[in-house]
Nanobody, 121 residues
Framework: QVQLVESGGGSVQAGGSLKLSCAPSGYIFSAYVMGWYRQAPGKERELVSKFSSDGTASYADSVKGRFTMSQDNAKNTVYLQMNSLKTEDTAVYYC???????????????WGKGTQVTVSS
């Protein structure tokens, strides 16, 4: 059973930065596409950033130019660098691994338990 473990959340003032990490317990990058989602209180979970099948990252309009997703295969870790944070970025951030669209995986997706990011004014 693969587990995704997020870290790096915390509290920061508006304009500050945080870097989230997600380390799967096994090597899944060859079959799974990694992404970051978030859920704010009273709102639905939304996509923040995700790698496409060609390896490029896409971003929600609300975070474009401020957030950067990266992946270090040697460390088996994906990151979400968050700069110029705004109060509306406050949410629980989840790491997700989704089976590559061209593959058939034993499990369609995996989710981490989430890490809280709180941005104060």
């Amino acid at each position: 059973q693969v587990q995704l473990v997020e870290s790096g959340g915390g509290s920061v003032q508006a304009g500050g930065s945080l870097k989230l990490s997600c380390a799967p317990s096994g090597y899944i990058f060859s079959a799974y596409v990694m992404g970051w989602y978030r859920q704010a209180p009273g709102k639905e979970r939304e996509l923040v950033s995700k790698f496409s099948s060609d390896g490029t990252a896409s971003y929600a309009d609300s975070v474009k130019g401020r957030f950067t997703m990266s992946q270090d295969n040697a460390k088996n870790t994906v990151y979400l660098q968050m700069n110029s944070l705004k109060t509306e970025d406050t949410a629980v951030y989840y790491c997700a691994a989704e089976c590559h669209p061209s593959l058939v995986c034993a499990r369609r997706d995996y989710w981490g338990k989430g890490t809280q990011v709180t941005v104060s004014s």
